[in-house]
């Protein structure tokens, strides 16, 4: 069985940086897909940022997000990353990891991915 767990959250002030880390565990098959995702009160879950994991890799990201955030990962360490700069009160959310053995043609939909974390805290306070 794989199990997702993210780590690396904290509370920060506005302008700094934090790094999100996902470590899978578990053997067995790889994912097509691994994304990140934040969920704030009242607001739905909404995709961050994703990497595409097949012959070539490709990253995705949000709008909200471009030149602000990294994903990348480390197949030696079954991790993928997060790097979060120039953080704004408004990156305020539960972050988690997905993941999805599967083709994704919405990179962005929670729908899309079948596996999750159980979530780490971002606060970023002005």
């Known amino acids: 069985q794989v199990q997702l767990v993210e780590s690396g959250g904290g509370s920060v002030q506005a302008g700094g940086s934090l790094r999100l880390s996902c470590t899978r565990s578990?053997?067995?098959?790889?994912?097509?897909?691994m994304a990140w995702f934040r969920q704030a009160p009242g607001k739905e879950r909404e995709g961050v940022a994703a990497?595409?994991?097949?012959?070539?890799?490709?990253?995705y990201y949000a709008d909200s997000v471009k030149g602000r955030f990294t994903i990348s990962r480390d197949n030696a360490k079954n991790t993928l990353y997060l790097q979060m700069n120039s953080l704004k009160p408004e990156d305020t959310a539960m972050y988690y990891c997905?993941?999805?053995?599967?083709?994704?043609?919405?990179?962005?939909?929670?729908?899309?991915?079948?596996?999750w974390g159980q979530g780490t805290q971002v606060t970023v306070s002005s």
């Open positions: 578990g053997s067995g098959y790889s994912f097509y897909y």
């Open positions: 997905a993941g999805s053995r599967s083709w994704v043609s919405e990179w962005w939909s929670q729908r899309e991915y079948s596996y």
């Open positions: 990497a595409y994991l097949g012959s070539s890799t490709a990253y």
